[in-house]
């Protein structure tokens, strides 16, 4: 079956605010999911690409690279701010990291650091903080604080099912 790529999909916002703990929930479980996958594969099979798309370490290390730009999310968020910034759709970042060089163990530790910040100052909101909303500039919708947390779970989701993906793929040589 075709997935639908990432910036084709279309997001519902159309939930109660009070799902949040949920939302967080699911972002909470990312760093053990992805350690839980990656963490007893031999490096040369993090490592190896399907043709010119990541391999399952760099999809790992895309994630890592994206907490900076939640942080600064939150950031925008917390000072009432109409209109949030724009990711970088051509993840120079995560093409210049060279993600694959490092070890799987480095990427997966500072990954967990990196959400178990967010997570953080998440759960030091206020319940009223999740109603919060800023235009999402790709998107072109107004996005609460809540579905920004949704949309990073459904990104996170993305990114580990392209991970099991490569493991079924090079199956045969793990």
Same mark, same amino acid.
Do not use: C
């Given at each position: 079956?075709? *997935?639908?790529?990432? @910036?084709?999909?279309?997001?519902? $916002?159309? $939930?109660?605010?009070? +799902? ?5 929930? #699911? ?13 007893? +594969?031999?490096? @040369?099979?993090? @490592?190896?690409?399907?043709?010119? #798309? ?8 895309? =994630? ?9 999310? =939150? ?6 701010? @109409? ?6 759709? !051509? ?14 163990? !480095?990427?997966?530790?500072?990954? *967990? =650091? ?8 998440? &759960? !030091? $909101? ?11 500039? #790709? =998107? ?9 947390? %949704? ?5 996170? &989701?993305?990114? %580990? ?6 493991? #079924? ?6």
């Amino acid at each position: 079956m075709q *997935r639908i790529p990432w @910036t084709q999909r279309q997001f519902n $916002f159309n $939930f109660p605010v009070e +799902l949040f703990p949920e939302m967080l929930e #699911r972002i909470r479980g990312t760093p053990a999911r992805l350690e839980d996958k990656l963490q007893s +594969l031999p490096a @040369t099979v993090l @490592t190896r690409r399907d043709g010119e #798309r990541w391999s399952m370490q760099e999809n790992a290390g895309h =994630l890592l690279d994206l907490e900076a730009l939640v942080s600064g999310r =939150l950031d925008e968020y917390e000072r009432g701010a @109409t209109a949030l910034q724009a990711a970088d759709m !051509s993840n120079r970042k995560t093409f210049e990291s060279n993600h694959n060089e490092r070890s799987i163990s !480095s990427i997966l530790g500072d990954f *967990r =650091l990196e959400r178990d910040g967010i997570l953080a100052r998440l &759960d !030091s $909101f206020p319940a009223e903080m999740f109603a919060r909303s800023g235009l999402h500039p #790709r =998107l072109n919708v107004q996005m609460r604080l809540v579905d920004m947390i %949704l949309f990073q779970a459904e990104h996170d &989701d993305f990114h %580990l099912t392209r991970i099991t993906e490569l493991i #079924r793929l090079f199956h045969s040589s793990i």
